[in-house]
């Protein structure tokens, strides 16, 4: 296991690298040609810049990191993620991070309702769902794997 992930973290940073500048140029590009007139495309196609240039900056930061620390504390590192006590520290941080996004969407959805905002409303309510279902799904999964 270990093996095969030492040589996904060694593309890791080339494939996040390659994201970052398919996003920027994507962004860059599609606003030298489309010129958008309304804010929302503007906002959009500058978010896909700005995301771009942020994995970019993150790929080539951890592409660096790959070729100077050494090969033993990379290995102890992957030992470390792996480890029972950091897997089960990592769940507990995705479950107190999964009941928050869920109150958050409930008060937003009431939040939107207030206003008369119904569409953006449907939406978190909406992503609620998403949310409890994924956690559903990955529960089960997770019991048939113990």
């Known amino acids: 296991m270990i093996c095969k992930n030492s040589k996904w973290n060694k593309w890791m940073g080339w494939m996040m690298l390659l994201l970052g ?9 599609s606003f030298i040609v489309v010129k958008p007139q309304d804010k929302a495309t503007n ?24 070729k100077l620390v050494s090969k033993e504390k990379l290995e102890q590192e992957e030992i470390d993620r792996y480890d029972e006590r950091n ?18 969407f409930a008060a937003l959805a009431f939040a939107f309702m207030g206003m008369g905002l119904m569409k953006p409303s449907y ?13 559903k799904i990955s529960q089960k999964k997770f019991e048939k794997k113990m």
Do not use: K, P, W
């Open 21 to 29: 500048i398919v996003s920027f140029l994507y962004g860059l590009i």
């Open 87 to 104: 897997i089960a520290i990592a769940r507990s941080a995705c479950t107190v991070g999964m009941v928050t996004a869920i109150i958050m």
């Open 43 to 66: 906002t959009l196609l500058g978010m896909f810049t700005g995301f771009g240039f942020g994995i970019i900056c993150v790929a080539i930061g951890y592409t660096i990191r790959q």
């Open 123 to 135: 939406m978190c309510i909406g992503s609620m769902y998403v949310v409890l279902l994924v956690t």
